[in-house]
């Protein structure tokens, strides 16, 4: 708000010079108010609906602000070259530069854990932004020189800067795809267990990162062909209020398996669905997700999947977490999106579960 004024006083202040705010600077101060409150409701809305997703799928969010930061400089390039529609444009690349700095901003902090071994996230945060500044310095030393040798040479300009952008985006892929975290999200947890059931053992953090899919969805061939990854088969934190009399007859005869945990599964429609209770702690969730995966897996082969996935959780389930401990990986919590909804149940005296 104080910007706003010092610049609106600034180009009212030309009045104590006998200078009047021609139309023009009143319109330029428009452009530059609107841009910059696109920027700023965007950033807000972005982090309101995408914020919890942020710390479990850090890796795949740190692409998307990079193509986000690159898709904002393309709109600042292609805005002189529509001069009708130049507000339309710069508000799109404020937008896009708005994004970029909330999912690199929350995914620098989750990516700094990872690197601080030693519990130095302090000192690790420090010198990633002193080689930041380096490299920004640096590129900003090669961009004028480059700008100086491309002057006057439109088609020159853009080969180049679509060259760069090409090679920038294909970096920060490389980049990303090598980093293996040992933190359990949904896709990581799922790859973990499906071959811990095929062979018994558990992969490194290093064969887990080149298996996962860090592209975003809606950039995939499986948005086209409707296909689904395990993990997505599987719907945590699901609200209580969307039971039907048919699935409360369906809880009722599977009651028993979910006894003694703080939720209980639900498979409709090919998924699964978990409900999660109120006093469930941070391993109970990450339990309740593995009983998920391991259900939707049986849903395909057996009829009595239930009784399967609550046999292997009661067998196999405490080996499984006890070789990820010794892989290294974090078993402490399950990186996921915020629940939400949280169910109550108690036990009657006929041992029937209520909400």
Same mark, same amino acid.
């Given at each position: 708000?104080?910007?706003?004024?010092?610049?609106?006083?600034?180009?009212?202040?030309?009045? &104590?010079?006998?200078?009047?705010?021609?139309?023009?600077?009143? @319109?330029?101060?428009?452009?530059?108010?609107?841009? !910059?409150? =696109?920027?700023?409701?965007?950033?807000?809305?972005?982090?309101?609906?995408?914020?919890?997703?942020?710390?479990?799928?850090?890796?795949?969010?740190?692409?998307?602000?990079?193509?986000?930061?690159?898709?904002?400089?393309?709109?600042?390039?292609?805005?002189?070259?529509?001069?009708?529609?130049?507000?339309? @444009?710069?508000?799109?690349?404020?937008?896009?530069?708005?994004?970029?700095?909330?999912?690199?901003?929350? =995914?620098?902090?989750?990516?700094?854990?990872?690197?601080?071994?030693?519990?130095?996230?302090?000192? @690790?945060?420090? #010198? $990633?932004?002193?080689?930041?500044?380096?490299?920004?310095?640096?590129?900003?030393?090669?961009?004028?020189? &480059?700008?100086?040798?491309?002057?006057?040479?439109?088609? +020159?300009?853009?080969?180049?800067?679509?060259?760069?952008?090409?090679?920038?985006?294909?970096?920060?892929?490389?980049?990303?795809?090598?980093?293996?975290?040992?933190?359990?999200?949904?896709?990581?947890?799922?790859?973990? &267990?499906?071959?811990?059931?095929?062979?018994?053992?558990?992969?490194?953090?290093?064969?887990?990162?080149?298996? $996962?899919? @860090?592209?975003?969805?809606?950039?995939?061939?499986?948005?086209?062909?409707?296909?689904?990854?395990?993990?997505?088969?599987?719907?945590?934190?699901?609200?209580?209020?969307?039971?039907?009399?048919?699935?409360?007859?369906?809880?009722? #005869?599977?009651?028993?398996?979910?006894?003694?945990?703080?939720?209980?599964?639900? !498979? #409709?429609?090919?998924? +699964?669905?978990?409900?999660?209770?109120?006093?469930?702690?941070?391993?109970? +969730?990450?339990?309740?997700?593995?009983?998920?995966?391991?259900?939707?897996?049986?849903?395909?082969?057996?009829?009595?999947?239930?009784?399967?996935?609550?046999?292997?959780?009661?067998?196999?389930?405490?080996?499984?977490?006890?070789?990820?401990? +010794?892989?290294?990986?974090?078993?402490?919590?399950?990186?996921?999106?915020?629940?939400?909804?949280?169910?109550?149940?108690?036990?009657?005296?006929? !041992?029937?579960?209520? #909400?």
């Amino acid at each position: 708000m104080t910007c706003t004024f010092d610049l609106s006083s600034l180009l009212l202040s030309g009045s &104590l010079l006998h200078f009047l705010l021609s139309f023009s600077e009143y @319109i330029l101060f428009c452009q530059w108010f609107l841009r !910059d409150l =696109t920027g700023m409701l965007g950033g807000i809305l972005f982090a309101f609906y995408q914020g919890s997703n942020l710390d479990s799928n850090a890796k795949m969010w740190r692409l998307v602000a990079d193509f986000m930061n690159d898709l904002g400089m393309l709109m600042d390039l292609l805005s002189p070259l529509f001069p009708s529609s130049l507000i339309i @444009i710069m508000c799109l690349g404020s937008l896009s530069r708005s994004f970029t700095g909330v999912a690199s901003g929350a =995914t620098r902090a989750a990516l700094t854990q990872h690197f601080a071994l030693a519990n130095n996230a302090a000192d @690790i945060s420090a #010198k $990633e932004g002193s080689q930041e500044t380096l490299a920004t310095m640096s590129g900003m030393g090669l961009g004028m020189l &480059l700008a100086h040798v491309t002057r006057g040479h439109d088609l +020159v300009v853009w080969v180049s800067f679509l060259s760069l952008t090409i090679f920038h985006m294909y970096a920060n892929y490389k980049a990303v795809q090598s980093l293996s975290l040992s933190t359990l999200n949904y896709e990581r947890t799922s790859i973990l &267990l499906q071959y811990f059931m095929e062979h018994g053992e558990v992969l490194t953090p290093e064969q887990v990162s080149k298996q $996962e899919h @860090i592209l975003p969805f809606w950039s995939s061939w499986r948005k086209l062909l409707r296909v689904k990854l395990p993990h997505e088969l599987v719907h945590l934190g699901a609200k209580a209020s969307m039971l039907a009399h048919s699935d409360m007859l369906l809880i009722a #005869k599977t009651r028993s398996y979910y006894t003694n945990a703080n939720y209980f599964l639900l !498979d #409709k429609d090919g998924s +699964v669905c978990i409900f999660i209770h109120k006093q469930a702690v941070a391993t109970d +969730v990450l339990k309740s997700f593995v009983h998920g995966l391991v259900l939707a897996r049986f849903m395909q082969k057996s009829k009595s999947c239930h009784t399967e996935a609550h046999q292997w959780m009661d067998e196999k389930y405490n080996t499984f977490i006890s070789k990820l401990k +010794v892989e290294g990986y974090s078993t402490e919590r399950l990186l996921s999106h915020s629940i939400v909804w949280k169910a109550h149940w108690v036990y009657g005296p006929l !041992d029937e579960k209520t #909400k």
